[in-house]
């Protein structure tokens, strides 16, 4: 039997809990196989983490996991981000770690296909002049032809790569590796980022945070972006220099960005992105919707738990503690 | 030989000039023909006028034409709307009146996608957060079987029926005649409109201004659209009651909406609807493109003024004196 502790953040709201009814809805394994109990942050359970196989949930400790998690084979959260948990070095030897990623990609195509004609349209322009009573027309071309570099081309950034297309953008993605995709007509590894980004209209950030990306979106990269282009973070904020965003926008270097993430989230009021002109601010929504997404994120536990019942190693959404997602 | 007469209305910018360079290139007829003359609205040439079979432009003055233009075959506008020249009771004796309709569809799709995108990620709502420095996430769900209604389904709102579809949402439309159209599930002539949008997430306006629909969108009509839900007007300001939205707004009876076209405009700086909350305003933007608009715009005048040279009466994009459109 595997014996599975769950963990669940009150303050984050109705839509993220694991309740007993989503469980059970979700994970269609035996109860005589698979027992749950459910816990919340802010009380952790000690002797329960002791006898557990397996974690489910949000917002461990990684300490607290390291000292008292000594069964664990298993460790299942419910975001596709994990920079959080980096480096993996506190992991219990021989457990593996899994994350969600794909189940954004529905919200994360339609939240592109809005930002992308909002930076098309101008839309940050006729934003500001709202908030200042000023009519102040702006006429715009239609999208197709136009140029999007997407940095990163996982679920989030192939969920990208389906809205530009929509739009008829021609499509250069940023990968690692620099090896062909389907969904980009260039695929150009990191190192040639600048390059990647030099004739973009658009550049999106959906790559996760790790040691290779916090920051990657310079000053220089920045920079390296056609005057009057636009920018869109879906990704997280620390890869992005914000100083260096506010500047190019101040400076009219950029035409429009929106942003979604930040280095401190909820954003504190005196953030001087909130008076920055042309900017778009959304408050981390882009890639959640409210209906099943707690069903979503336990879908890719049934696999894993099987594999773990018949002695195998989980494998599905496995993060690399070498790659760090 | 036929004599046109060109006006322009140089503070319309240099988009909407047609240049003798624009005129050449889409006219395709033989100068010895069609012979052109270009004039500017701040300095009408009566005695061109009054030699003149055909005038084609924007900004005339049905009563210098109807006083003056006495040849007159053929008016062409260059815009959809021609509410500025209603009723068609001082158009000479036999001569037809075309618009431009059909030239704003491309553009017009791109804007319904991103405002419905807009609406039902409830993002009046962010950028009025945004506006007070506030951090307020909400999560919504995508847009499938969401249900929009149409009011209108001329060129614009069939592109707003094309952008539904890619949206996956369901579509009803409201039409005078109430016939079967192949791009709404279902088609409700303008006597049931209370009933048409009684179910529908989003009520989108795209019909032209006439004396059937000035003031069509009333109080009543708004207060039919379910609690929560949106509206986009894409049509002009006059369809709909402005005051009866702000309330709709200010009472959360509606989510949000998206304003492009206005009883005055420019927008008053002193409008309360720069004010008011969940309200997105763009400036006259949602038809219109910088590339190619005045070819555009020409392209069905070859055919008329074709129809004409051979001694017939012009038929395309004729404006009916009955209808209003």
Known sequence: M????????????????????????TVHLPA?????????????????LGVADVCVGSGFDPALIQRHARK???LHVTSAGVEKY????????????????????????????MTLLMLSSKFPLLADAQRHHRWAPVLTPMTMGQRVTIV??????????????????????????GKPASHAARVVPTSNLKDAVSDANYVVLTCPLTDATRGLISDEVIKSIPRGGGLINMARGAVLDTTALINALRENHLSGAVLDVFDEEPLPASSPLWNCPNLVITPHV????????????????????AQLLEG????INVVSPLHQY
Chains 1, 2 share one sequence.
């Not at 005589?32 to 329960?48: G, I, P, Q, Y």
């Not at 990163?152 to 590796?177: E, F, K, P």
């Not at 195998?312 to 494998?315: D, S």
């Open 72 to 74: 664990l084979k298993l």
């Open 286 to 305: 882009s890639c959640d919707e409210p209906l099943g997404y707690i069903e979503k994120t336990l879908q890719s536990l049934n696999e894993n738990l």
């Open 32 to 48: 005589e196989k698979v027992h749950a109990t459910f816990h919340d942050k802010s009380n952790v359970d000690l002797a329960a």
């Open 2 to 25: 595997l014996r599975v502790y769950v963990q669940n953040q009150k303050e984050r709201g109705e839509a993220y809990q694991i309740t007993p009814e989503r469980w059970r809805s």
């Open 152 to 177: 990163g081309l996982g679920n989030l950034g192939t969920a990208v790569a389906r809205a530009a297309q929509t739009l008829g953008m021609d499509v250069t993605a940023v990968t690692r590796s």
């Open 86 to 113: 980096l480096p993996l070095d506190w992991l219990p030897d021989g457990a593996v770690f899994t994350n969600s990623r794909g189940v954004h990609a529905g919200k994360a195509e339609q939240y592109a296909l």
């Open 312 to 315: 195998r190693r989980p494998n």
